[in-house]
């Protein structure tokens, strides 16, 4: 069975910076790309950064130059490291093993202006 679990988000004040972390289990993980996800009430799930299983990212633009998605296979862990954060950044945040209906619980991300 696989199994997401997000961890890492919380309250900062703008200019701060978070780290997510998203922790796979089962086998799939080594095989698939992963994408963190981000979505606020009233508005549709927007894919944020994505990675491949060979290490390949990209971003939506907003986010460029300030996140950085990454992954450790020996760790089935994928991370988001935000930084220069902004309130427009408030929402909550997901993984997902990219291609499947697999997904974490999502973990809130507030940032204060």
């Known amino acids: 069975q696989v199994r997401l679990v997000e961890s890492g988000g919380g309250s900062v004040q703008a200019g701060g910076s978070l780290r997510l972390s998203c922790v796979v289990s089962g086998s799939i993980f080594s095989i698939n790309g992963m994408g963190w996800y981000r979505q606020v009430p009233g508005n549709q799930r927007e894919l944020v950064a994505h990675?491949?299983?060979?290490?390949?990212?990209n971003y939506v633009d907003s986010v460029k130059g300030r996140f950085t998605i990454s992954r450790d296979n020996a760790k089935n862990t994928v991370y988001l490291q935000m930084n220069s954060l902004k309130p427009e950044d408030t929402a909550v945040y997901y993984c997902?093993?990219?291609?499947?209906?697999?997904w974490g619980q999502g973990t809130q991300v507030t940032v204060s202006s």
């Open positions: 997902r093993v990219q291609g499947t209906y697999y």
């Open positions: 990675i491949t299983s060979g290490g390949s990212t």
